[in-house]
């Protein structure tokens, strides 16, 4: 028998033990032409989806994790559907989990930080968090049991009015305080939408860093709200809070109530599929990227010149839009831009740089 090791100088891999490239937080291999380290996170590099087809593959998507990610062994793991809001406590395994009607959807999970880092290098300002460029997304097909059903088959009240889902990872400390699990609620109207108790990705078994045995996936919505490691949901007649809805993901700063405003859906963005700064020969080229938006993409326009836009063609469409444009590329330092349905030049400041939904400035050099 060959040996994993062997495989893989067999196909002319350097070997470097799979540690070196991962982030302690994280379980999945993290090569450095696929992502960027960023603490207990790693961020998909854009040019590494560069003819990569529609969804994300589970090896390049982004790992968003607060901690770590836990080992839960799917033998004992429930799922708890409890609270005021239902008439029927539920306390599902895997397999029960598994054994209702299921369905599928395709959605990104998306950071609602994403883009953060072009706060401060676009528009001058300082914002708090994880500086992410536009590589906190990722796009798959899920595979579950809709919350819907699940709430039903638990007697859902029409009294209920929040759903808290909790994760089974860590309790989140930060600055000396104990914020307890992650967890944030989810209206009731949401959770009886388009939501779903996923335990597959793209085919596959969920993985360990995208939530193993099950996750929520809430469509449209910031990623926060698609909690990982599902542990239980509470359904409420009484609303229900956590720090991920009273301190973290609000709008907050001088153009926001004092409280700030709560953050649910996401807004338009758009990619190439190059890095920052790439640097490209000159002559005819195929520029690509991806384009993205809770209500959808009708149109998108690239500029190479500073001044005028172009129609950007569809490749394939679905929760994300890839496409593609030519570009007869002179020598010299160029800045490309690319939007989706009027994204606009900039992005309501906030002190923690969320929903950063403006066209972002991309140099290249041609040589
Ligand atoms: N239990 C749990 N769920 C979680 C998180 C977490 O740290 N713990 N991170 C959230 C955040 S902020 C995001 S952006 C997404 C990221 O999902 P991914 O790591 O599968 O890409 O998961 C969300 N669900
Ligand atoms: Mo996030």
Sequence with gaps: MISRRGVLVAAGLTMLPSRAFAAPSIVKPLPATD????????????????????????????????????????????????GSGI???????????????????????????????????QQGQTVAGTPW???????ARWRGVSLR?????????????D???????????????????VRRPLPVDKALDDVLVAYEMNGSPLPPDHGFPARLVVPGWVGIASIKWLGSLEVSASPLHSPWDTQYYRLLGPTYPVDGT????????????????????????????????????????????????????????????RWQIPWQATP???????????????????TQGYLFGAVVRHPVTVV
């Design 35 to 82: 992502f960027v380290l960023h603490g207990t996170n790693a961020e998909t590099r854009w040019e590494a989806l560069r003819g990569v087809d529609h969804l994300t593959p589970i090896s390049k998507f982004f790992v968003r994790n607060h901690t770590s990610t836990p080992s839960l062994d799917p033998v004992s793991w429930r799922l708890q559907i409890h």
């Design 87 to 121: 008439s029927r406590p539920l306390s599902l395994s895997l397999r029960e989990l598994q054994a209702l009607p299921s369905c599928e959807v395709e959605a990104v999970i998306e950071c609602a930080g994403n883009g953060r880092s072009f706060f401060a290098s």
């Design 133 to 139: 460029q536009l590589g906190a997304i990722g796009n």
């Design 149 to 161: 059903l699940l709430l039903r088959l638990a007697g859902l009240r029409r009294s209920a009015v």
């Design 163 to 181: 759903v808290l889902p909790v994760g089974l990872d860590a309790e989140y400390v930060t600055g000396g305080v104990n914020l307890g699990r």
């Design 262 to 321: 709560v953050v649910t859906t996401q807004v338009a963005k758009s990619a190439f599929e190059l890095a920052l700064n790439a640097t490209l020969p000159a002559g005819r080229q195929v520029l690509t990227g991806r384009s993205w938006s809770p209500v959808g993409v009708r149109r998108v326009e690239v500029s190479t010149d500073g001044r005028t836009w172009r129609l950007a063609t569809p490749v394939s469409r679905g929760a994300w839009t």
């Design 332 to 350: 010299g330092a160029h800045v490309l831009r690319v939007r989706a349905d009027g994204q606009p030049e900039s992005a309501p400041y906030n």
